[in-house]
């Protein structure tokens, strides 16, 4: 996908879009650290014992210490396939993200995420022509186990 | 390392929560660039300077350093959990980035049960939540799906 200089047109920024859809990059992995779990819970001032003590998780039936959710995005920003590119517009805004939550993720575990453009599509904002991308990203431990799959939506305008 | 004060949430079951009940208002803040900080570090993400550093953040037309969507999310995210109690699955999460948090900003945080139903021998709750800032202006609106063990005769919190 190459860069391109003039001011693209809305049928050529549709068609753009189209094409960006599919998978992105290569599935990707990272361990799941016992102090990173740690630091996001401690940053989203979660005291639940289990993103802190074994055996408090265990107590509770999990396989060791649990990962908060937010730590999704740890894996987000290491695991950097997914990163956009447009040829249109000059800002990408963060607009909204979608989670499902399935198998917990644990210390210990290895994670692998798989990144795709789910949607596209061209809406017309307040300042003009908006492209909006959907990235999917599934989050599979190393058991192959699907742990969580976010769907976040960007803008570009 | 230092000892966190850890709080286990409550034991609570799907008999617990009834359509229309109001989560007690959870409020976060004065926000603060440590705040962000705290997340950038947790996220190892510390690419985008407008989200610690004023000068950039103006540089780029914003009003100021802005706190991380997802961040902000993610608070709210924890905290509905925790009032769930600790046996509730949450199985989905939905948010949306509709306006900015600053530092010095105030977050207030609200949740609420919009429906309830058994099925297959659980309980399922939707939820709608939401941020609101000082201003009451809505930041951050959510949804969320969660899945409750059913009260057994005789058990008890």
């Given at each position: ?8 047109q809305?049928?050529?920024i549709?068609?753009y879009?189209?094409?960006?859809r599919g998978?992105v ?8 650290e016992?102090?990173?779990v ?5 940053a989203?001032?979660n005291f639940d014992p289990i993103h802190y003590?074994d055996?408090a998780?265990r107590?509770?039936g999990?396989?060791g210490?649990v990962?908060?959710?937010p730590?999704?995005w ?10 956009l590119k447009f ?8 607009g909204e993200?979608?989670y499902?939550?399935h198998?917990?993720i644990?210390?210990?575990d ?5 990144t795709?453009?789910a949607?596209t599509?061209?809406k ?5 022509v ?6 999917r990203r ?10 969580a ?5 960007n803008?570009?305008? | 390392?230092f000892?966190?004060d850890v ?5 609570k079951f799907f008999e ?5 009940q109001?989560m007690?208002?959870?409020t ?6 440590g705040?962000q900080v ?10 985008s300077?407008?989200h610690?550093d004023?000068?950039a ?6 009003p100021?350093?802005?706190l991380s ?6 608070y709210m995210l924890?905290e509905?959990?925790h009032w769930?109690?600790?046996?509730a699955?949450v ?7 509709a ?6 900003d105030i977050?207030h ?5 919009k429906?309830?139903?058994?099925e297959d021998?659980?309980?399922?709750v939707?939820?709608d939540c939401r941020?609101?800032n000082?201003d ?7 949804t969320?799906?969660a899945?409750l063990?059913?009260r057994?005769?005789?058990s008890?919190?």
């Amino acid at each position: 996908m190459s860069e391109v200089k003039a001011e693209m047109q809305l049928p050529e920024i549709e068609a753009y879009l189209q094409s960006m859809r599919g998978p992105v990059g290569a599935p990707d992995s990272m361990p799941i650290e016992q102090v990173s779990v740690r630091r996001m819970a401690l940053a989203v001032e979660n005291f639940d014992p289990i993103h802190y003590d074994d055996a408090a998780a265990r107590a509770r039936g999990y396989r060791g210490i649990v990962a908060p959710w937010p730590l999704l995005w740890l894996v987000f920003f290491n695991c950097r396939e997914g990163t956009l590119k447009f040829p249109f517009g000059k800002a990408t805004i963060h607009g909204e993200d979608g989670y499902e939550f399935h198998e917990p993720i644990i210390v210990g575990d290895t994670i692998t995420v798989t990144t795709s453009i789910a949607d596209t599509s061209v809406k017309q904002g307040k300042s003009g022509v908006m492209g909006v991308v959907v990235m999917r990203r599934e989050f599979r431990n190393q058991h192959g186990q699907l742990c969580a799959v976010m769907s976040t939506t960007n803008l570009r305008r | 390392m230092f000892k966190v004060d850890v709080k286990e949430p409550a034991q609570k079951f799907f008999e617990d929560f009834a359509e229309g009940q109001e989560m007690p208002v959870v409020t976060k803040g004065p926000m603060q660039v440590g705040h962000q900080v705290r997340w950038a570090g947790a996220c190892d993400n510390y690419a985008s300077e407008f989200h610690h550093d004023s000068k950039a953040a103006k540089e780029v037309g914003l009003p100021g350093v802005l706190l991380s969507g997802p961040f902000m999310a993610s608070y709210m995210l924890t905290e509905l959990t925790h009032w769930l109690g600790r046996n509730a699955r949450v199985l989905s999460f939905w948010d949306r980035n509709a306006g900015t948090t600053m530092p010095h900003d105030i977050a207030h945080i609200h949740a609420s049960i919009k429906r309830a139903w058994v099925e297959d021998g659980a309980g399922f709750v939707e939820i709608d939540c939401r941020i609101v800032n000082q201003d009451g202006k809505v930041t951050t609106p959510g949804t969320a799906r969660a899945r409750l063990p059913l009260r057994v005769e005789g058990s008890r919190a």
